[in-house]
C-alpha cells in the first residue's frame, strides 16, 4: 500500500516557476516509477512526466523544456518543477505511482491532486 500527497499548487503569473512535491507513505517507494498527471477544465487527465525506479525520465512534448522530474527515495518525494509556465498550464496535477514506468492511466496508486492556475 502507498499513499501519496501533492502539495505546492497555487496561483503564479505566466512565465512564473512552481514546484510541486508528492510525499509518499510507505517503505517500498524506490520500487515505483512515479508520474505527474494533470487534468485541464473540461479536458481528460493527460500524461506531463514520468520518472522510472532508476531516474530515467520521459515528458509530454508540451511541457519538455520546461518542467523537470525528480525522485528523492531517502525521502520518499517525488518533484516536479514547472518553470516558463503558461496559462495553458492550468490544471488538478497528480501524481501516481506504477510498477512499471508508463505515460499511460495504468498507474497502481493516485494522490489526490494540486491545484495549478496560471494568469495571463
Known amino acids: 500500500?502507498?499513499?501519496?500527497?501533492?502539495s505546492g499548487g497555487g496561483l503564479v503569473q505566466a512565465g512564473g516557476s512552481l514546484r510541486l512535491s508528492c510525499a509518499a507513505s510507505g517503505r517500498t517507494f524506490s520500487s515505483y516509477s512515479m508520474g505527474w498527471f494533470r487534468q485541464r477544465p473540461g479536458k481528460e487527465r493527460?500524461?506531463?512526466?514520468?520518472?522510472?525506479?532508476?531516474?530515467k525520465t520521459y515528458y509530454?512534448?508540451?511541457?519538455k523544456?520546461?518542467?523537470?522530474?525528480?525522485?528523492?527515495?531517502?525521502?520518499n518525494t517525488v518533484l516536479l518543477q514547472m518553470?516558463?509556465?503558461?496559462?495553458?498550464?492550468?490544471?488538478?496535477?497528480?501524481?501516481?505511482?506504477?510498477?512499471?514506468?508508463t505515460i499511460t492511466m495504468n498507474?497502481?496508486?493516485w494522490?489526490?491532486?494540486t491545484q495549478v492556475t496560471v494568469s495571463s
Open 46 to 55: 493527460e500524461f506531463v512526466a514520468a520518472i522510472s525506479r532508476i531516474g
Open 60 to 63: 509530454a512534448d508540451s511541457v
Open 107 to 109: 498507474y497502481d496508486y
Open 1 to 6: 500500500q502507498l499513499q501519496l500527497v501533492e
Open 111 to 113: 494522490g489526490q491532486g
Open 83 to 101: 518553470n516558463s509556465l503558461k496559462p495553458e498550464d492550468t490544471a488538478a496535477y497528480y501524481c501516481g505511482a506504477s510498477g512499471t514506468v
Open 65 to 75: 523544456g520546461r518542467f523537470t522530474i525528480s525522485r528523492d527515495n531517502a525521502r
